[in-house]
T-cell receptor, first 113, second 116 residues
Framework: GNSVTQMEGPVTLSEEAFLTINCTYT??????LFWYVQYPGEGLQLLLK?????DKGSNKGFEATYRKETTSFHLEKGSVQVSDSAVYFC????????????FGAGTRLAVHP | EAGVTQFPSHSVIEKGQTVTLRCDPI?????LYWYRRVMGKEIKFLLH????????ESGMPNNRFLAERTGGTYSTLKVQPAELEDSGVYFC??????????????FGAGTRLSVL
C-alpha cells in the first residue's frame, strides 16, 4: 500500500541552525509529494510541493527535492527562525484521480533563540 | 477570499453523546475532504465528497460516523454516539477539481473533539 514515514520528533534547534526533516514514502505509481505545516493554533498550510522526480519544491527558505531513486522528500532549511516552530507533515497523493492525501505522523520542530 | 472554515474549534462531550462538526469549503470548490488526527499520530483520511456525492468513504471508521454535504456546499460530520477513541482533531479540506494545478487541498484549522 501507499504510506509515508517521517522522522520522529521533537526536533529542537537553536536559531540559525540547519534543519533537515526526513521523509520517505512507499507508493504504487508516481505520486505528488507535499510538505504541510501547522503553526500553533492554526490549520494545515501547504508549504511546498513537487509533482515529479527531481523536482524541487521551495517556499519561505524551505526546500525539498523529489528523489525517486531513494523514495525520499526530505525537508531542509539553511537557517531556521523561532517563527518556524511548528509541526511539519509530509504527504503524498496521486493527481488526476480522486486524490486523498496520505500523511506521515508529523514532526514537531521547536526553535529556540 | 475566505478559506476553509470549521465549527466549532473545540468540542468537549461525554461518551454516548452526539456531536456535529461543520465545514465550509472555499467557494467554488467541488471537492471536500474530512481527515482525522488521533493522539498525535498521522492524519488519516475519512471521506471525500465531489459536490454532494460521496466519492470515497473508505476511511470512515464505523457506522457511528455520518457525513453529509447537502447541496454541494458545506458539510457536516456527525458522531453518534461518541466513544472515547473518537477524540482527536478533525480536519476538513477542499480543492477545486481534479485537473492539474487545481487539485491542491486547502485545510481548515480543525475541530478538536474531546470525548470524556
Amino acid at each position: 500500500g501507499n504510506s509515508v514515514t517521517q522522522m520522529e520528533g521533537p526536533v529542537t534547534l537553536s536559531e540559525e541552525a540547519f534543519l533537515t526533516i526526513n521523509c520517505t514514502y512507499t507508493a504504487t505509481g508516481y505520486p505528488s509529494l507535499f510538505w504541510y505545516v501547522q503553526y500553533p493554533g492554526e490549520g494545515l498550510q501547504l508549504l511546498l510541493k513537487a509533482t515529479k522526480a527531481d523536482d524541487k519544491g521551495s517556499n519561505k527558505g524551505f526546500e525539498a527535492t523529489y528523489r525517486k531513486e531513494t523514495t525520499s522528500f526530505h525537508l531542509e532549511k539553511g537557517s531556521v527562525q523561532v517563527s518556524d516552530s511548528a509541526v511539519y507533515f509530509c504527504a503524498l497523493t496521486f493527481s488526476g484521480g480522486y486524490n486523498k492525501l496520505i500523511f506521515g505522523a508529523g514532526t514537531r520542530l521547536a526553535v529556540h533563540p | 477570499e475566505a478559506g476553509v472554515t470549521q465549527f466549532p474549534s473545540h468540542s468537549v462531550i461525554e461518551k454516548g453523546q452526539t456531536v456535529t462538526l461543520r465545514c465550509d469549503p472555499i467557494s467554488g470548490h467541488d471537492n471536500l475532504y474530512w481527515y482525522r488526527r488521533v493522539m498525535g499520530k498521522e492524519i488519516k483520511f475519512l471521506l471525500h465528497f465531489v459536490k454532494e456525492s460521496k466519492q470515497d468513504e473508505s476511511g470512515m471508521p464505523n457506522n457511528r460516523f455520518l457525513a453529509e454535504r447537502t447541496g454541494g456546499t458545506y458539510s457536516t460530520l456527525k458522531v453518534q454516539p461518541a466513544e472515547l477513541e473518537d477524540s482527536g482533531v478533525y480536519f476538513c479540506a477542499s480543492s477545486q477539481d481534479q485537473t492539474s494545478g487545481r487539485y491542491i487541498q486547502y485545510f481548515g484549522a480543525g475541530t478538536r473533539l474531546s470525548v470524556l
